[in-house]
C-alpha cells in the first residue's frame, strides 16, 4: 500500500522560509490523481492548503496561503513538494501530505474527500 513521509518542518522566524517534502513508496502505477497539503493548529479542525492535479496541470490554494506557498510535484521521484515563503506565526500546525484518486476537482480537491493515503505530520512552527 501507498506510504507517505513528510519531511522539512522545524522552527523558523516570522517572514522566513521552508520547503516540506512528501515521499511516496509502496505505490502501483496510476496510485493517484491528485495530491494535496493539509495542516492542523492546536485547537483546530485540519484544513487543506494547497493540492496539485499534474495531469491538467492545475494548481489550487487556500486564500490564506495564495501568493506565499507553492505546491509542485516530482514526477520522476515520486515526491510533493511544498514551498513557504514570508511565513507567518498563524502558518504553525502541523503540516500533512495525502493522496486522492477522486474528487479531484475545485470543489472538493481542498476537502478531505477522496483523499485514501495519508502521511504521518511534519511539525512547522512559526515564532513573532
Known amino acids: 500500500r501507498v506510504q507517505l513521509v513528510e519531511s522539512g518542518g522545524g522552527s523558523v522566524q516570522s517572514g522566513g522560509t521552508l520547503k516540506l517534502s512528501c515521499e511516496a513508496s509502496?505505490?502501483?502505477?496510476?496510485?493517484?490523481?491528485?495530491m494535496g497539503w493539509f495542516r492542523q493548529a492546536p485547537g483546530k479542525e485540519r484544513e487543506g492548503i494547497a493540492a496539485i492535479y499534474p495531469g491538467i496541470s492545475r494548481t489550487w490554494y487556500v486564500d490564506s496561503v495564495k501568493g506565499r506557498f507553492t505546491i509542485s510535484q516530482d514526477s520522476a521521484k515520486n515526491t510533493l513538494f511544498l514551498e513557504m515563503n514570508s511565513l507567518k506565526p498563524e502558518d504553525t500546525a502541523m503540516y500533512y501530505c495525502?493522496?486522492?484518486?477522486?474528487?479531484?476537482?475545485?470543489?472538493?480537491?481542498?476537502?478531505?474527500?477522496?483523499?485514501?493515503?495519508w502521511g504521518q505530520g511534519t511539525q512547522v512552527t512559526i515564532s513573532s
Open positions: 495525502a493522496a486522492a484518486q477522486t474528487h479531484c476537482n475545485s470543489l472538493t480537491i481542498l476537502t478531505e474527500r477522496g483523499y485514501y493515503a
Open positions: 509502496g505505490y502501483t502505477p496510476n496510485w493517484f490523481v491528485c
